[in-house]
């Protein structure tokens, strides 16, 4: 008896394996099992609710749709037959529509996009730089991962390593305050894992989890927080069985919440003053005017260069508990984002939509909703929206 061939219930017979893609995977193989190896009666199934589908042919047209492939299609593919078969497997409305979806992101990396991706611009520059603007919102850090300026504007630094958010040695007489973050990559995009501020000697510290709250006081894990830090109100809320923030107090309405969905981190300046980060510098750029300056008070037009600028240097304290992933000297490096593994991804990926995503951010503020789209689509996952 021939190993690893089609064999027929009694085990007398063995059938020959189909030759081609198709017949192993749509009617051949189909009607072979249902043929040979379906459970004929209830007696004979270990299942509660016997459901039998034995004598039912093989009626998708799926199979049709593999046949008529074309040479032009399999390139879109990739010459990845496995990928166009998955695609096939849909329809040819699928087929139609994911070859339509390659288009629209193969556009949306250079020009905007129309409704309500108006004020989208991804550029690409020398294979790796990925920006996203947008004018307007509160400021802060949050998503894929998407740093907002004092004025408001929006850019994307997709580098995975320790940043300096913001740092301001005069806030409040010289007391000091300083925001990193710690960014991993995630497929080809990164996002915020963790941050921490530092007020004075103080630290607090949250991190991204399924499952809990992450957060360390002064290097405790949930330490007390009624005492505050720096003599700074510290409030901890949870928003959901998935949300969680601490928020902290640093004068009236002025605040820095440090929030999680998920593994997702942001952070939220809210109601910043002059008194508190007039002398500011970081990823944020200078106060008020967001300016994007270097170290050496240099203006540096490029957001890669840029990013790169404020990665947290190896003579610079350590403000996380512990120091995980790229750590400086050792640059920050960013994605490998080619319009090749653009296409493939959103070929390979077709669980999450434009519309979708757009209905998963619907109730999202209109400052935040285009970044919320750009978030649930490049994380392919629409509980991302829960992050705004």
């Known amino acids: 008896m021939k190993e690893n061939d089609w064999m027929t219930r009694d085990g007398a017979t063995t059938l020959d394996l189909p030759t081609s893609k198709s017949g192993k995977l749509f009617?051949?193989?189909?009607?072979?099992?249902?043929?040979?190896?379906?459970?004929?009666?209830?007696?004979?199934?270990?299942?509660?609710?016997?459901?039998?589908?034995?004598?039912?042919r093989y009626t998708s047209t799926s199979e049709q749709v593999f046949n008529a492939l074309t040479e032009e299609d399999l390139v879109t593919c990739h010459g990845d037959e496995a990928l166009c078969m998955e695609l096939a497997d849909g329809g040819s409305d699928s087929l139609d529509e994911a070859l339509e979806t390659l288009e629209e992101f193969d556009d949306l990396k250079n020009t905007p996009s129309t409704g309500d991706f108006d004020d989208i611009v991804i550029e690409e520059e020398s294979g790796t730089d990925i920006v996203f603007e947008e004018e307007s919102g509160p400021v802060g850090a949050f998503g894929d991962p998407h740093?907002?300026?004092?004025?408001?504007?929006?850019?994307d630094f997709h580098g995975a390593c320790d940043l300096v958010l913001v740092k301001n040695p005069s806030f409040q007489n010289g007391l000091g305050l300083t925001i990193h973050l710690r960014t991993k990559f995630s497929k080809m995009w990164s996002f915020i894992e963790s941050a921490v501020l530092r007020i004075g000697n103080d630290t607090l510290e949250l991190k991204g989890s399924k499952d809990e709250a992450l957060y360390w006081i002064n290097g405790e894990f949930q330490g007390d927080i009624s005492q505050g830090i720096a003599g700074h109100h510290v409030e901890f809320e949870t928003l959901s069985t998935v949300s969680r923030q601490l928020v902290v107090n640093l004068n009236g309405k002025e605040k820095i919440i440090l929030k999680m969905f998920r593994k997702l981190v942001r952070v939220d300046i809210v109601f910043p003053t002059k008194e508190s980060f007039g002398s500011s510098e970081g990823l944020m750029g200078a106060y008020p005017t967001g300016e994007k300056l270097g170290r050496d008070k240099t203006v540096i037009e490029d957001i890669n260069t840029f990013g790169k600028e404020w990665q947290v240097l190896a003579d610079e304290d350590m403000l996380f508990r512990a120091g995980e992933g790229v750590q400086a000297p050792e640059l920050c490096p960013l994605p490998d984002v080619t319009a090749h593994t653009l296409r493939s991804r959103r070929l390979g990926e077709l669980s999450i939509t434009e519309e979708d995503a757009k209905l998963a951010c619907a109730r999202v503020s209109p400052n935040f909703f285009n970044a919320c789209v750009f978030d649930v689509l490049a994380i392919n996952d629409a509980d991302a929206a829960g992050s705004y």
Do not use: H, M, P, R
């Open 27 to 56: 009617s051949q193989a189909y009607n072979y099992c249902v043929d040979n190896w379906c459970v004929e009666s209830d007696d004979d199934s270990l299942f509660q609710d016997y459901n039998s589908a034995c004598g039912k």
């Open 147 to 155: 740093i907002t300026l004092w004025t408001g504007k929006q850019y």
